[in-house]
T-cell receptor
Framework: DADVTQTPRNRITKTGKRIMLECSQT?????MYWYRQDPGLGLQLIYY???????NKGEISDGYSVSRQAQAKFSLSLESAIPNQTALYFC???????????????FGEGSRLTVL | GENVEQHPSTLSVQEGDSAVIKCTYS??????FPWYKQELGKGPQLIID?????GEKKDQRIAVTLNKTAKHFSLHITETQPEDSAVYFC???????????FGQGTILTVHP
């Protein structure tokens, strides 16, 4: 089984619908992230959480919200989906690193969202 | 915030040739420089990383070099194989605790 699991893997929805993408991890990491991938733009950070009570906006948080239900679960919501939110979404985790600012990210396999 | 530029966007080589991908960054305080490989239908996976106290790091056929003065770092793949075909992303970290800024990605194709 994958260490970082995303559901659903594919979703087609209509403009204005509410969508939730879920992420669960078995790595025991405190830090979790949601990234969006668009062709030619790389990976852009939407939200990140360093523990259950910590939620932070990333570069492109407008139109998105998140919930950290437990150490292992981090969900991304689109309250009212629009076509330009069509993208590939990745959840990732990392260890907390004392004295170092960044470490390896472990990614899920992605959730492809199409908004018509 | 940090700005990361990655070039080229596509790279096509023959099997056995070398491939080089370069990234530049803007924040001189950045101190962590990983490279990720993304195969079709998969999430990105770390292949090598370097921290700012080191100028070069090698792992078998891949290497990363860092020039902090010029604020650029490069991925070098030698003796390329068809299974090296993938999308490669550079990233930069260190100025915001735990966060990475990614480059735009390079599609590498290795022809048999």
């Amino acid at each position: 089984d994958a260490d970082v699991t995303q559901t659903p893997r594919n979703r087609i929805t209509k403009t204005g619908k509410r969508i939730m993408l879920e992420c669960s991890q078995t790595k025991g990491h405190d830090r979790m992230y949601w990234y969006r991938q668009d062709p030619g733009l790389g990976l852009q950070l939407i939200y990140y959480s360093f523990d259950v009570k910590d939620i932070n906006k990333g570069e492109i948080s407008d139109g998105y919200s998140v919930s950290r239900q437990a150490q292992a679960k981090f969900s991304l919501s689109l309250e009212s989906a629009i076509p330009n939110q069509t993208a590939l979404y990745f959840c990732a985790t990392s260890e907390g690193m004392e004295g170092l600012t960044s470490g390896e990210l472990f990614f899920g396999e992605g959730s492809r969202l199409t908004v018509l | 915030g940090e700005n990361v530029e990655q070039h080229p966007s596509t790279l096509s080589v023959q099997e056995g040739d070398s491939a080089v991908i370069k990234c530049t960054y803007s924040d001189s305080a950045s101190n962590y420089f990983p490279w990720y490989k993304q195969e079709l239908g998969k999430g990105p996976q770390l292949i090598i990383d370097i921290r700012s106290n080191v100028g070069e790091k090698k792992d078998q056929r891949i290497a990363v070099t860092l020039n902090k003065t010029a604020k650029h770092f490069s991925l070098h793949i030698t003796e390329t194989q068809p299974e090296d075909s993938a999308v490669y992303f550079c990233a930069v970290g260190g100025t915001s605790y735990g966060k990475l800024t990614f480059g735009q990605g390079t599609i590498l194709t290795v022809h048999p």
